[in-house]
């Protein structure tokens, strides 16, 4: 059973930094690619980004309004991708999930539960 | 980046009856490279559909997805009680896999 695991979601003031993790369990972790989505409180969602499998090249793709702050992760001997996130906004409060991704494209397959980040001083 | 607009934004149905939910993208989706996501609330979203119509194991055959190019649609036949959710179309055709704004399927 594929299994995602968030942790690290916290307050922050704005212009700080914070890394979430994503313990993934149930699957080959090193074949996978991995992605994060965020979704605001009552908002829909919003992709992130995501980064390839080692397998494939293990590079990173992000969205527009994240690119330059966010940075996607992994360590294929933990079974564990991170997002670094910093320069925060208050705009950057929102669950983040973490998800696996279908063959290194940005299709999302599997969700974990999400971690809360708030951004407030 | 290729933008998703999903209408309309809220579907007010009975239990029973057909909901047939659109996704228009700003340029064509290659290789049919989309798929739908059901939300309920206080839950994480689950994957439903992919490659614009094929179902995802364990999801009823009551959910199907079409189109094509440009236009895509979900359609639920005889809505269940635990269908009225949030429906997000998402496209992966690109590196970058953008979301629709949703579409909220709600008891009338």
């Known amino acids: 059973e594929v299994q995602l695991v968030e942790s690290g979601g916290a307050l922050v003031q704005p212009g700080r930094s914070l890394r979430l993790s994503c313990t993934a369990s149930?699957?080959?972790?090193?074949?996978?690619?991995m992605s994060w989505v965020r979704q605001a409180p009552g908002k829909g969602l919003e992709w992130i980004g995501f980064i390839r499998s080692t397998a494939y090249d293990g590079t990173a793709e992000y969205a527009a309004s994240v690119k330059g702050r966010f940075i996607i992760s992994r360590d294929d001997s933990k079974n564990i991708a991170y997002l670094q996130m910093s320069s925060l906004k208050a705009e950057d409060t929102a669950v983040y999930y973490c998800?696996?991704?279908?063959?290194?494209?940005?299709?999302?397959?599997?969700w974990g539960q999400g971690t809360l980040v708030t951004v407030s001083s | 980046e290729i933008v998703l607009t999903q209408s309309p934004g809220t579907l007010s149905l009975s239990p029973g009856e057909r909901a047939t939910l659109s996704c228009r993208a700003s340029?064509?989706?290659?290789?049919?490279?989309l798929a739908w996501h059901q939300q309920k609330p206080g839950q994480p979203p689950r994957l439903l559909i992919y490659g614009a119509s094929s179902r995802v194991t364990g999801i009823p055959d009551r959910f199907s997805g079409s189109g094509s190019g440009t236009d895509f649609s979900l359609t639920i036949n005889r809505l269940e009680p635990e269908d009225f959710a949030v429906y997000y179309c998402q496209q992966y055709d690109n590196s970058l896999g953008t979301f629709g704004q949703g579409t909220k399927v709600e008891i009338k």
């Open positions: 340029q064509s989706v290659s290789y049919k490279y």
């Open positions: 149930g699957f080959l972790f090193g074949d996978s690619a």
């Open positions: 998800t696996r991704t279908w063959f290194d494209t940005p299709l999302v397959d599997y």
